[in-house]
C-alpha cells in the first residue's frame, strides 16, 4: 500500500475507522487513529470523532498527479485573475503549455475545471479546521477552529478566495456540471452537490463548536448558527481587508491584529463566569510579561 503524506481531505462513507487528524500545513498526522485504503486507487481516510455528537467526521485523504494539480493551479490563478467571463479552455491550455484538446481529455468543459478547484479548496480547507477536533475541551477546539481558519487563509490565499466564489458563478458551475443543490446552506446553493455537501458539513462544524460553548457555560445562550454567522462575518471581514492591502502592516501584526479582536468580540459574547475567567487570565499573562 503507497501513501504519499498530506493531501486533501472530503467524505468518506465507508471508512470505519476513529482518530484524529491534521498535521501541519497540508500534511495528516494521526492519533488514536490509522489509514484506511478505499477502492478508489491512491486515496486513504482517517476519521476524526467530534466530541459533541460522538459521531466520526468523514473525511477522505486525496492525492492527485502532479499534472492534474498543475492544470488546477494555473485555473485557480486565471480564474481570478479575469473572472469567468475571462476564463477559457484556450487560454488554460497556453498558461499550462499544453493544447486544448489535451485539456478536453481531462475536463469536459471550463466549469468543470473551476468545480474541480472549489472542491480542491474546500478540501483544504476542511483539512484546516479539522485539525482543532485534537482539543481536548470546548474552549480548545474552537480557539483551534478559529486558529485553523487563519492559517488556511494566510497559507493558501487562492483557496480561501475559491471557496467563496461569487453565488452567481457558482450557479453557471452547477448548471453546467449537473447535479446541482438547489437549497445549500449559507450561500452555497447553486453549487454542485457534493462541493454544497462540503459547505454545509463546515457550516454544521462551526454550529457544533459553538453550541458546545454554550452547553459548558463559556458562552451566552443564543441561536448558534446566528453568532457562527456574526463571527465568520467578523473574520472574514478582516482577512479580506488585509488580503487585498487595506492594512498596511505585516503578517505578523495582522495576526495580532486577528487575535485581539476576535478576544473583543468573545467578551462580548461570554457568559460573566467565562469573561471573569478570560480578564483574570489576562492580568495574570500581564504579570508575567512584567516579571520577564
Known amino acids: 500500500m503507497r501513501w504519499r503524506h498530506g493531501r486533501r481531505a472530503v467524505v468518506s462513507p465507508d471508512a470505519s475507522v476513529f482518530g484524529t487528524a491534521i498535521g501541519k500545513g497540508t500534511g495528516v498526522g494521526i492519533a488514536r487513529g490509522r489509514l484506511a485504503p478505499l477502492r478508489t486507487k491512491r486515496r486513504y481516510s482517517v476519521v476524526p470523532m467530534d466530541p459533541l455528537t460522538k459521531m466520526p467526521v468523514m473525511f477522505t485523504v486525496f492525492t492527485m498527479t502532479d499534472p492534474r494539480d498543475n492544470i488546477l493551479a494555473h485555473a485557480c490563478d486565471l480564474y481570478l485573475a479575469e473572472g469567468l467571463d475571462g476564463f477559457s479552455m484556450r487560454k488554460l491550455a497556453k498558461a499550462v503549455g499544453v493544447t486544448a484538446p489535451a485539456l478536453y481529455r481531462h475536463f469536459e468543459s471550463r466549469e468543470h475545471v473551476l468545480a474541480d478547484v472549489v472542491r480542491e479548496a474546500y478540501h483544504e480547507f476542511t483539512a484546516y479546521l479539522y485539525r482543532a477536533l485534537e482539543g481536548r475541551t470546548p474552549e480548545d477546539r474552537l480557539r483551534r477552529a478559529g486558529q485553523g481558519y487563519l492559517e488556511f487563509a494566510l497559507e493558501h490565499p487562492r483557496w480561501y478566495q475559491m471557496v467563496f466564489i461569487a453565488p452567481e458563478h457558482a450557479g453557471q458551475v452547477g448548471a453546467r456540471t449537473g447535479m446541482v443543490d438547489e437549497d445549500g446552506c449559507v450561500g452555497r446553493s447553486g453549487l454542485p452537490e457534493d462541493i454544497a455537501a462540503q459547505g454545509c458539513a463546515i457550516h454544521q462544524f462551526w454550529v457544533d463548536r459553538l453550541r458546545e460553548c454554550m452547553d459548558a457555560g463559556l458562552l451566552e445562550p443564543a441561536d448558534p448558527t446566528e453568532v457562527g454567522l456574526t463571527l465568520w462575518a467578523h473574520a472574514h471581514g478582516l482577512i479580506r ?31 460573566d463566569a467565562y469573561r471573569n475567567e478570560l480578564a483574570g487570565r489576562s492580568a495574570a499573562e500581564a504579570v508575567a510579561a512584567g516579571l520577564q
Open 241 to 271: 481587508l488585509y488580503q487585498n492591502g487595506h492594512f498596511q502592516m505585516g503578517e505578523d501584526e495582522f495576526r495580532q491584529l486577528y487575535s485581539a479582536s476576535g478576544a473583543r468580540i468573545f467578551m462580548g459574547i461570554a457568559t
